[in-house]
C-alpha cells in the first residue's frame, strides 16, 4: 500500500500568516492526489483534486502542487475558519490510503 | 442540494453484526461510484470500500476483506455496508462519500462502536 506521510502533524499559525503543509507518497502516484479540510464533528470536504485543481466553492486562498512523490497545499493568507484538520488522499492505487492529518491551530 | 445521510450505527458485541445504510438525494445515484471511509476515535480516516455504479465492481481495505460487503440499490438510491465478524478495532464514525478517485460530498457519517 502506498503510504502518505504528512508534516507537520501539527501547526500552530496567526491569522493573516501564510501556510504550507506537505504530503510524501512512498511512491510515485502522479497527481492522483486530492486535499481534505475536516472541522472537529464534522465530515471532511474536499478542496484540491487532482494535486492543484480547487474544487467549486473553495477560497482562492487555497492552493495545492506537486506531482509524483512530493505534494504541498498552501493557504496564502490564514482566516479563523481555516482552523482545522487537513488530510491528503491518494488515488493512483489501491487500496486508497489517506495521510495521518495535520491540525492547524491558533497561535 | 446533494445530501448523504447514514444510519445504522450503534453499539455492537465483538463478533457481532451491523449493517450501516447511506441515503443519497439531489444527484442521480446510479451515475457515481460511492465509496465508504471510517475514522477511528483520534485518528486519521481510513478507506474502507467502493463500488461502482452498476455494483459489478466493489474494492475493499485488507482489513475488512470477508467480513464487509458493501452494495447498492440503485432504485432507492442507497448505499450499504454490511459487516459481520466485528472487532474492536472496527470502532469508528463511518461516512459514506460519492466519488471514485476523490470524495465529495460525504454524510455526517455514523458511529459504530464495538465493545462487550
Given amino acids: 500500500a502506498i503510504q502518505l506521510t504528512q508534516s507537520p502533524s501539527s501547526l500552530s499559525a496567526s491569522v493573516g500568516d501564510r501556510v504550507t503543509i506537505t504530503c510524501r507518497a512512498s511512491q510515485g502516484i502522479s497527481s492522483a492526489l486530492a486535499w481534505y479540510q475536516q472541522k472537529p464533528g464534522k465530515a471532511p470536504k474536499l478542496l484540491i483534486y487532482d494535486a492543484s485543481s480547487l474544487e467549486s466553492g473553495v477560497p482562492s486562498r487555497f492552493s495545492g502542487s506537486g506531482s509524483g512523490t512530493d505534494f504541498t497545499l498552501t493557504i496564502s493568507s490564514l482566516q479563523p475558519e481555516d482552523f482545522a484538520t487537513y488530510s491528503c488522499q491518494q488515488f493512483n492505487s489501491y487500496p486508497i490510503t489517506f495521510g495521518q492529518g495535520t491540525r492547524l491551530e491558533i497561535k | ?116
Avoid: H
Avoid at chain 2, 448523504?4 to 443519497?24: K, T
Avoid at chain 2, 438525494?25 to 474502507?48: C, D, I, K
Fill in chain 2, 1 to 116: 442540494e446533494v445530501q448523504l445521510v447514514e444510519s445504522g450505527g450503534g453499539l455492537v458485541q465483538p463478533g457481532g453484526s451491523l449493517r450501516l445504510s447511506c441515503a443519497a438525494s439531489g444527484f442521480t445515484f446510479s451515475s457515481y461510484w460511492m465509496t465508504w471511509v471510517r475514522q477511528a476515535p483520534g485518528r486519521g480516516l481510513e478507506w474502507v470500500a467502493n463500488i461502482k455504479q452498476d455494483g459489478s465492481e466493489k474494492y475493499y481495505v485488507d482489513s475488512v476483506k470477508g467480513r464487509f460487503t458493501i452494495s447498492r440499490d440503485n432504485a432507492k438510491n442507497s448505499l450499504y455496508l454490511q459487516m459481520n465478524s466485528l472487532r474492536a478495532e472496527d470502532t469508528a464514525v463511518y461516512y459514506c462519500a460519492r466519488g471514485y478517485f476523490w470524495f465529495d460530498p460525504w454524510g455526517q457519517g455514523t458511529l459504530v462502536t464495538v465493545s462487550s
